[in-house]
């Protein structure tokens, strides 16, 4: 880049003691004159010293925010909002060599799906590895959208160690989010599909053999991967299953998925039904999944599980039957459920509702103890009463995308 301004070209033309005397003049400047040449008032010295960070000094936090399309994740500093670095993760990166030597073209030849190479991705929820429920700042995961992988990146050096493709989803969205002492990564789908995608299926079978999942990366902290082999899924019925959190303190060994779309509505506008986002909104409520995931590793453990493409997934009968499955009504289409810091609360808040819905674990739990359930969805899933589950509804108005702690 070129900035040629009047002020630049009578730089140019200074040599010598010219260039000095006019570094000194600047130099030389009171505040009061730079605010005047510059037409800055004092509130906007106050907004720039909020965010200046001085050569050599580091900002007080660090973030990690996904690339989207590009595949990447850029980290950036906080109040100074430089950008520090890009980090290669789905997609090679020229410019600074990733993908192009023998380990990092080994890491992207881990994401290869059915043999091929997938060199882009859609990077979209990162998470932080955590000790007894807080960051540590050790590891960050980050899920691919576009297609279903997660990748571990070791921020001893920030680089991208290991990817790994889910063996049964096609696309995913809810990922990543860790469990307490990251014991596991949770991965959750987003569109229904036939788990072991041997066969062509069509939407008319959509109610009986399409299927969504929540996937629980198993990950081995000293070597800094994930266990492919230790690792397991929950089969879920065809609600496009959304974001999670995993539960903390007294909601620990318990995880949350939110979902969309429990329509199971495929669409067909070109048959005169209603368009897709419609018929996905047609509800009031959808369903958040409250999932026993320590019971349903346990269980894993003793082979109750069935090997789908080579993976555990355990089925909706035996989750059902052996008490690790449950849901609760949510008002539609939300996007994010959230375990609050104590552990005592799950956070749901969504686009197309004017308010942040509070369930508290101690109900849920409650509920499930009591055996008290409104009924069951069509897959015999029990249902615990949203007036069962609620502890209160905050007026916040239309259209929160994300909440977080």
Known sequence: MKLFTKQTATLALAAGM???????????????????????SQQDLLAAS?????????????AFSSGGQSGQIIVYGIPSMRILKYIGVFTPEPWQGYGFDESSKKVLAG?????????????????????????????????????????????????????????????????????????????????????????????????????????????DRKEGRIDVKKSFSL?????????????????????????????????GIEKGRPPYE?????????????????????????????????????????????????????????HGVDVTPSGKFAIVAGKLETHVSVYSFAKIQAAIKAGKFEGKDPYGIPVIAIQDALERQVQLGLGPLHTQY
């Open 50 to 62: 909020k965010t200046y960070v001085p050569t050599g000094k580091r900002d007080d936090f660090i």
């Open 111 to 219: 994401g290869k799906i059915d043999g091929k190479d997938i060199t882009w991705g859609d990077t979209h929820h990162p998470a932080i590895s955590e000790t007894n429920g807080k960051y540590d700042g050790q590891f960050l995961f980050i899920n691919d959208k576009a297609n279903p992988r997660l990748a571990v990146i070791d921020l001893r050096d920030f680089e991208t160690k290991q990817i790994v493709v889910n063996p049964i989803f096609k696309s995913e969205h809810g990922g990543a989010f860790v469990t307490p002492n990251t014991d596991y990564i949770i991965e959750a789908a987003q569109y229904a599909s036939p788990l072991a995608n041997k066969k062509f299926v069509p939407l008319e079978r959509f109610n009986e053999e399409y299927r969504g999942g929540v996937t629980y990366w198993k990950f």
């Open 278 to 334: 419609a018929g996905c909104s047609a509800k009031d409520t959808d369903y958040m999944h409250v999932i026993n995931w320590k019971k349903a590793a346990e269980l894993v453990a003793a082979g109750k599980a069935k090997k789908i493409n080579g993976h555990d997934v355990l089925m909706m009968e035996t989750s059902i039957k052996e008490g690790v499955l449950f849901l609760v009504p949510e008002p539609k289409s939300p």
């Open 235 to 267: 089969e879920l019925p065809p609600y496009s299953q959304d974001l999670s959190d995993a539960g903390k303190g007294p909601s620990d060994g318990w995880s949350f998925t939110n979902s969309f779309c429990s329509e199971r509505y495929v669409g």
């Open 18 to 40: 010219g260039f000095a005397a006019v570094s000194s003049a600047w130099s030389a400047e009171s505040l009061q004159d730079v605010m005047k040449r510059r037409g800055l």
